[in-house]
């Protein structure tokens, strides 16, 4: 999430109440998650075990629970609780802002785009022309959508993302201020869901297909040309490069990357990085004729135990 103007870290600091490491006028452009850093924004961090991972990060300023000693070029905000103060800075800097029609009045939508009756349309959005956007689909703000888009019934575009920490008192959620963009040419079945990043994008890419009950987690980005079969699960922050395809009930765990022509066969699980080109099933999936052969393997098993027993 990219701030308006460039803040100080002082400011910051006030606005969380924090005591801070580094000059004043520290320049602080943004702040998003340790994944999709850049230079100027803030990063938290909460755990020991990730301490080394943040101060090293392209973050130039890290919201942490513990005074360590402050990387060279760099500014620390030191919190009791980097999580709530991370949540106070989503609040501030990107606030929920109710809407009073069923379509904005900042809302851009071009020429020749259909909506059909009952959608939300929110606030900031922007959708390009010549798209069709059916009967009860809800864009939250700030989505984006190109060209020739095809968004069909039921769908959600920029939910919150499925992000908590576990505290005595209940489950803390993790607010979410970033953003849906779905590139030009792509068509997205009905009853899908697509979180918006915590402070990212989640994009699918130019071109993409996706069918009927698609669940797509914050901050994942789908490549160009991709094909995605119903009832498949993508959790946050995974990466599909382009000319992939996923078949029916496939779920994939967070922080992977499927690489470009990967295919992946139905209802396989995913849980590390694949190799370009080739063809996974199974859960954990491995590749697909490996697969197979061991498959063929164990169906020998009872003649070759009866062999051995007539020995």
Same mark, same amino acid.
């Given at each position: 999430?990219k701030f308006?103007?460039?803040?100080?870290?002082?400011e910051?600091?006030?606005?969380? @109440?924090?005591?801070?490491i580094g000059?004043?006028?520290f +320049?602080?452009?943004?702040? =998003?998650?340790i994944?999709?850093?850049?230079?100027?924004?803030?990063v938290?961090?909460?755990?020991p075990?990730?301490?080394?991972? *943040?101060?090293e990060?392209?973050?130039?300023?890290?919201?942490?629970?513990k005074?360590?000693?402050c990387p060279e070029?760099?500014?620390l905000?030191?919190?009791d609780?980097?999580?709530?103060?991370?949540?106070?800075?989503t609040?501030?800097?990107k +606030?929920?802002?109710s809407?009073?029609?069923?379509i904005a009045n900042d809302?851009?939508i071009?020429e020749?785009?259909?909506?059909? +009756?009952? #959608?939300f349309?929110g606030?900031?959005v922007?959708?390009?022309k010549? #798209?069709?956007?059916?009967?009860n689909?809800?864009?939250? &703000?700030d989505a984006?959508? $190109?060209?020739?888009?095809?968004?069909h019934? $039921?769908t959600?575009?920029? *939910? @919150?993302?499925?992000?908590?920490?576990?505290?005595?008192?209940?489950y &803390?959620?993790l607010?979410?201020?970033?953003?849906?963009?779905?590139? &030009?040419?792509?068509?997205i079945?009905?009853?899908?869901t697509i979180d918006r990043?915590v402070?990212?994008?989640?994009?699918i890419?130019?071109g993409?297909?996706?069918?009927?009950?698609?669940q797509i987690g914050?901050d994942?980005v789908?490549?160009?040309?991709?094909?995605?079969?119903?009832q498949? $699960?993508i959790?946050g922050?995974?990466?599909?490069e382009d =000319?992939?395809?996923?078949?029916g009930?496939v779920?994939?765990k967070s &922080?992977?990357?499927?690489?470009s022509g990967t295919?992946?066969?139905?209802?396989?699980?995913?849980n590390?990085?694949t190799?370009g080109g080739?063809?996974?099933?199974?859960s +954990?999936?491995?590749?697909a004729?490996?697969?197979?052969?061991?498959m063929a393997?164990?169906?020998?098993?009872?003649e070759?135990?009866?062999?051995?027993k =007539?020995?």
């Amino acid at each position: 999430m990219k701030f308006s103007r460039t803040y100080q870290l002082k400011e910051i600091a006030s606005l969380i @109440s924090s005591k801070y490491i580094g000059p004043d006028d520290f +320049p602080v452009f943004g702040m =998003n998650e340790i994944h999709v850093v850049k230079s100027g924004d803030i990063v938290f961090v909460d755990h020991p075990k990730y301490y080394d991972k *943040a101060l090293e990060s392209a973050a130039t300023i890290v919201l942490i629970n513990k005074e360590v000693e402050c990387p060279e070029g760099k500014a620390l905000l030191i919190s009791d609780d980097p999580f709530r103060d991370f949540n106070k800075l989503t609040n501030y800097f990107k +606030p929920f802002k109710s809407s009073n029609s069923a379509i904005a009045n900042d809302a851009i939508i071009g020429e020749g785009t259909i909506i059909q +009756p009952n #959608c939300f349309i929110g606030n900031n959005v922007t959708i390009g022309k010549n #798209c069709v956007i059916h009967s009860n689909v809800s864009i939250y &703000d700030d989505a984006i959508i $190109g060209d020739n888009v095809t968004i069909h019934a $039921g769908t959600v575009l920029g *939910a @919150s993302a499925f992000y908590y920490k576990n505290r005595p008192e209940g489950y &803390d959620q993790l607010k979410s201020g970033g953003r849906v963009i779905i590139e &030009d040419n792509v068509d997205i079945g009905a009853l899908c869901t697509i979180d918006r990043g915590v402070t990212g994008d989640t994009t699918i890419g130019k071109g993409s297909k996706l069918d009927n009950q698609i669940q797509i987690g914050h901050d994942t980005v789908i490549g160009k040309k991709c094909l995605i079969a119903s009832q498949t $699960g993508i959790a946050g922050c995974v990466v599909v490069e382009d =000319n992939v395809t996923i078949w029916g009930q496939v779920g994939i765990k967070s &922080d992977v990357t499927i690489t470009s022509g990967t295919v992946i066969y139905a209802q396989a699980g995913i849980n590390k990085t694949t190799i370009g080109g080739k063809t996974y099933f199974g859960s +954990p999936a491995q590749e697909a004729r490996a697969f197979f052969k061991e498959m063929a393997y164990v169906k020998k098993i009872p003649e070759i135990l009866e062999i051995l027993k =007539n020995k």
